[in-house]
């Protein structure tokens, strides 16, 4: 076996072993884990508003406007065994001093993607829990991406809207998305952080990189493979 054969074995070896690991990953990940540590900060920014819309909607004005934010940073995350997680949060809302202290608040997320509650939390992996909470939630809710989910709805005035919300792989709520009836947005909110789109397709992206590194590796090395 000449150098150029085993270089090629050896990333062909690399591919399949990074294929391997990911899938393990995947596997073990079942086991949902909510990815939540003490002093996580979140920060979530007002990205669109149609002030109009909104009154109309919800017979209120908003109380935010185009950039304001919103903080929250956690406080505390208990494990309780085969339920749920409750988690106690720091939350400053729109217009407050965030260097005064926030106000508490205690969520809860549960263990059982059936008992999905619209969290902004939720736990990983991210697609198989809202797939398997679709298929058990009422039918107001619908599928919208493998990290997203939507929901009909009625205002307190009886006008329809809907909201989506996406989620990082992490099980962070990223973006929430009010829409009116003809899928105008009422407004958008949206995380400061960063947002890794992963998920299954990761797999994909992941192989057309291996392949473009691979033909680079062929053409510089002036390889033959026929």
């Not at 294929?19 to 669109?48: G, H, P």
């Amino acid at each position: 076996m000449n150098k150029n054969h085993k270089q090629i074995l050896s990333i062909l070896f690399l591919t399949f072993l990074i294929i391997c690991i990911f899938f393990s990953v995947n596997v073990k990940a079942q086991d949902y884990n909510l990815e939540l540590k003490k002093n996580d900060e979140y920060v979530w920014e007002i990205k669109e508003l149609n002030e109009d819309k909104f009154e109309f909607t919800f017979n209120t004005e908003p109380n935010f406007a185009v950039g304001d934010q919103i903080k929250m940073v956690v406080r505390d995350v208990t494990d309780i065994e085969g339920v749920s997680w409750s988690i106690v949060v720091e939350f400053w809302d729109y217009g407050t001093d965030w260097t005064a202290s926030g106000e508490l608040e205690d969520l809860s997320v549960s263990k059982l993607p059936q008992a999905y509650n619209d969290n902004l939390f939720i736990p990983t992996p991210v697609d198989s829990y809202l797939e398997t909470a679709l298929a058990n939630l009422p039918s107001e809710y619908y599928f919208v991406s493998t990290l997203a989910i939507g929901r009909q709805a009625k205002s307190d005035i009886d006008i329809n809207y809907r909201v989506e919300k996406s989620f990082d792989i992490h099980g962070i709520l990223f973006s929430e998305t009010y829409f009116d009836e003809v899928g105008s947005i009422i407004v958008k909110l949206e995380g400061t952080f960063f947002l890794v789109p992963l998920g299954f397709s990761f797999i994909g992206f992941m192989m057309i990189a291996i392949i473009s590194i691979i033909v680079i590796f062929f053409k510089k090395n002036k390889i033959s493979i026929g």
